[in-house]
């Protein structure tokens, strides 16, 4: 409600350091078992008077992948390089006045997904079967899926104090670009590949007035304006075979999106209960112009027949959409301080997610924005002289127009899955046993349906592992995608702190459910743990030293799972293997 575009699903805030008023900083290094090396120096200190800054220089380069081509004998899931930089500058003219300035760049090249392998359990529909090893990170591909991204951005933040409220200025610019060529084959034989070039633009400014620390009313009212333009060039999906098959796609979609907000919170009769209200209104506008080529001759290379003259190429008409959501959304809440130690909530929010267009495919029809209805009760305690600390809450929400993702052969598109309820309860703790150890876990329990999709892609596997392709079918009652039943998860950390420095160790384990990758539930990731250890020395003079291994059981965990009609069922890894290392972090200056 408080800031930033709409959503449905909650917000991750990232926020960066700031800058301190004395010199100081940080290097680090790390490599690890698949000859990832990476570094990181970060300065800080001040420029002049009333003006500090700090800078941060990141780089990474892998020297062995994860996995192989079978094919071709190259490696493939490796780090090519990673170069980022970030700097960011305080001023403080007044006492009332404080004024950031911020900037980032990023140069990114790898092999990390993209590459896609056979189903386990499956088999080609018109290919013979490929070669596998034990390494589910080993691919059989005519090449290797590579992704470039490139891109920064910067932005300025002001805070003024007004005496009764702070106003705050945020403006931000991004601009970044993504090319990636995927082979969609399942096999060494080329049958299906994409490749396309990305470009997105962004601009946001967001004014907001917020009330001080010392009101007893707390309040927040603001504006919000987003614009976005997302260019597509040469999206191409290549079809082998006699004859081949090139479907070129160029889009673009802007979107404008503006909106009002406001929120405050009032005590009510005593400081112990406070009932919160808030209001957000959006007007949102997207654009989208678009045409698809389809060309097709004797090779990808030559669309010309024996005397030169092409075979086909057939320019589909120009495409050109607009859609347009204004919503008003609220969230109401109410806590109580049960005892100095325990508050108890209860809320209800109403959220949008907007719709859009598929770039990559001129003839989807574009999808309609997401709504959700969101109720929750629960409480936050501290109890035991605060060596135990517990949230518990409960939660029933209702999508409308449900976003989903949907593969159209070997590309995906996001499609409307109509109704779906969510309902569960979490919790997470934290337990100090003695001063050296302590516990750290969490658990969620989670019921995801549909309750409404009657034009899902229904896959139709057969006895030998193939399919003749999905149907349309009704998926009320199925699990929605990527929600899992159960998810847990739990960390145990020992501390000893000696003259000479200090002493951790700690060891941590995240077990997840059966996870269903598409509306029918067949294809799915069996239920996992995923474990993980440090050992790590840090002297009194703020040198580190760590010792550290994550996925040590070596779960090989899809990223992704599809059906690329007509070749097969295709999944991805992209999540890393078992992987240990080391790193040395050097501090100097207070921290």
Same mark, same amino acid.
């Given at each position: ?111 990390? %997904? @993209?590459?896609? #392998? ?5 088999? *080609?529909? /018109? =290919?013979?079967?490929?070669? !596998?090893?034990?390494? +589910? ?13 490139? %891109? @920064?951005?910067? #932005? ?5 104090? *007004?005496? /009764? =409220?702070?106003?705050?200025? !945020?403006?931000?610019? +991004? ?417």
């Amino acid at each position: 409600t408080l800031f930033g575009r709409n959503a449905t699903g909650g917000v991750i805030q990232l926020s960066t350091r700031d800058p301190l008023d004395h010199f100081s900083g940080q290097i680090r290094t790390e490599i690890d078992n698949y000859a990832t090396a990476r570094g990181n120096v970060y300065l800080t200190g001040p420029l002049a008077q009333d003006v500090t800054a700090n800078l941060s220089l990141s780089g990474a380069h892998q020297g062995r992948g994860w996995g192989e081509n079978i094919a071709t004998g190259e490696e493939r899931d490796k780090i090519y390089h990673d170069l980022s930089a970030r700097a960011k500058i305080h001023i403080t003219p007044g006492s009332d006045t404080s004024i950031k300035l911020a900037a980032d760049y990023r140069d990114r090249a790898n092999s990390l %997904g @993209g590459n896609r #392998s056979l189903v386990k359990g499956t088999t *080609l529909n /018109f =290919a013979p079967p490929p070669p !596998t090893t034990d390494n +589910r990170w080993d691919v059989d591909a005519p090449f290797i899926s590579h992704t470039g991204i490139r %891109g @920064g951005g910067a #932005s300025a933040q002001i805070d003024q104090q *007004l005496g /009764f =409220a702070t106003l705050t200025s !945020t403006s931000a610019y +991004r601009d970044s670009r993504l090319q990636s060529k995927v082979d969609s084959s399942l096999s060494r034989v080329s049958q299906v590949d994409i490749q396309y070039d990305q470009h997105e633009k962004t601009l946001t400014q967001e004014l907001q007035l917020v009330s001080p620390d010392s009101s007893a009313i707390k309040w927040a009212t603001g504006l919000y304006f987003f614009r976005g333009k997302a260019l597509l060039r040469d999206g191409d999906v290549t079809v082998y075979g006699l004859p081949t098959v090139i479907a070129r796609t160029n889009g673009s979609q802007t979107t404008h999106s503006y909106s009002v907000f406001g929120q405050a919170t009032v005590p009510v009769m005593t400081d112990n209960t406070h009932v919160t209200l808030g209001g957000r209104y959006t007007t949102e506008k997207r654009r989208y112009s678009g045409y698809q080529q389809i060309s097709i001759g004797m090779s990808p290379f030559f669309f010309t027949d024996i005397a030169g003259v092409p075979v086909a190429s057939i320019d589909q008409a120009m495409v050109f959409g607009s859609q347009k959501a204004n919503k008003f959304t609220f969230r109401a809440a109410i806590d109580q301080k049960l005892t100095p130690d325990i508050l108890g909530y209860a809320s209800f929010n109403r959220g949008f997610k907007s719709g859009g267009f598929n770039l990559f495919r001129a003839d989807a029809p574009p999808f309609r924005p997401e709504s959700i209805d969101s109720w929750e009760a629960g409480f936050k305690g501290k109890f035991a002289d605060n060596r135990i600390r517990l949230n518990v809450a409960g939660f029933y929400n209702t999508y409308r127009d449900i976003q989903v993702q949907k593969f159209v052969g070997p590309s995906a598109i996001i499609v409307n899955g109509a109704k779906a309820r969510f309902y569960g309860v979490d919790a997470e703790a934290e337990v100090a046993i003695g001063s050296e150890l302590l516990v750290q876990g969490g658990v969620e329990w989670l019921n995801a349906r549909f309750t409404d999709y009657p034009d899902a892609d229904i896959l139709q596997p057969v006895a030998n592992g193939t399919s003749f392709g999905p149907v349309s079918g009704s998926a009320a009652g199925r699990a929605v995608p990527y929600a899992p039943n159960f998810t847990g998860n739990i960390r145990l950390t020992w501390t000893k702190e000696m003259q000479a420095g200090t002493l951790q160790a700690s060891v941590s384990d995240a077990y997840t459910s059966t996870v269903y990758a598409e509306p029918s539930n067949f294809l799915k990731t069996d239920p996992y743990h995923m474990v993980s250890a440090s050992l790590n020395w840090t002297s009194a003079s703020g040198i580190t030293v760590s010792l550290w291994g994550r996925n040590l059981l070596n779960k090989a965990v899809p990223s992704l799972q599809f059906y690329g009609f007509p070749i097969g069922f295709g999944e991805d890894y992209a999540n890393p293997p078992r992987t240990f290392g080391a790193t040395l972090t050097l501090r100097f200056g207070a921290q």
